[in-house]
């Protein structure tokens, strides 16, 4: 992988980066790539080759997990791909190998550029060309604007005045660090889970960090809005969620869930946990969720073939490692010896 603090190296192929259990798009017919690809993002986009140099082959690969997806895709020759709205996506385009020139609106004029340190970030508020040089190959995360709408909303406790519009290049060296390692925790986890993919809680998890991470890592027309200062909330907010925290033990809560439940931002929320317990509200859930991964491993058999991982992923525990480290702290012991009993 060529992209600073890219996590995801176990997934380099010789072409760039591989999705786990994607589908796949192989052809050298550019209309065949063309149409398959819109099937599987749902938005109508144009495509051209713009050199005859290297020959066209499409090699794409897709999974979506709720209104989250990745996309690895490369062409060989140099491309050409426009897009006109409504688009119902933003996108966060990584480039490996290569490099993307980016025209936004409609003076044919290159006003961006992507490359192994800069990713490009796209609502697709008004008119997108991509051209891209020979052999590049791109990942894309796609995630469905009223996820990210609905997140921006519970941030600023507030509704949308304009629509949200991202700055196009992402330093990945500086504002992209958290976007990046985000995307590798949905590379890894659509990796390890299978094609059944993550469990719902787990899923949830990857969903909010991605969001999050795209919101406060990048800068947008509400940046200024969500920093600002808000009120903290009233004490019995925190019992309150608190409790819906333990009285769910199965559900995938997030922070923009619970902050909803309040009627409360996230930010507010945040600074009441920290005041009130001295805590965030996601550490807090992270906790609970451990005391339940304990609980369960007294009560498994190993010689059934269970597995510490599958109870870690279960509860929404992507890395074993930290799982592990997190588990002996709080038990003073680890997961296998809780487990053997």
Known sequence: MHAPSMPMDDKQTPEGVSVPHGRVISTPDLSEARVRTQELLKNVHGMKVLERGNPFQARVEYRRLNGIGLMSSGYGAAVEIFCTPPISIVTVNFVFGGTMLIDEGTTGETTAVADRSHAGVFCFRENVAMRWSPGLRQLMLTVDKPLVDRCLRNLLNEPLHAPLRFETVMDLNQSGQGITAATGTLLRALDQCGKAGP????????????????????????????????????????????????????????????????????????????????????????????????????????????KVTDVALRHGFTHTGRFAAAYRERFGESPSATMRR
């Open 199 to 306: 469990p719902p809680v787990l899923a949830k998890e990857i969903e909010h960090n991605i969001l999050t991470s795209l919101l406060f890592g990048q800068r947008h027309n509400y940046t200024d809005r969500i920093f600002s200062a808000q009120p903290l909330p009233a004490p019995r907010v925190v019992r309150r969620v608190v409790e819906l925290i333990h009285s769910s033990p199965e559900a995938a809560f997030t922070v923009a869930d619970l902050a909803e439940f309040a009627g409360v931002s996230e930010r507010s929320l945040h600074s009441a946990f920290r005041r009130q317990l001295g805590t965030s509200p996601m550490s807090y859930v992270r906790r609970h969720r451990l005391e339940l991964a304990h609980e369960e491993l007294l009560r498994v058999d190993p010689s059934t073939g269970a």
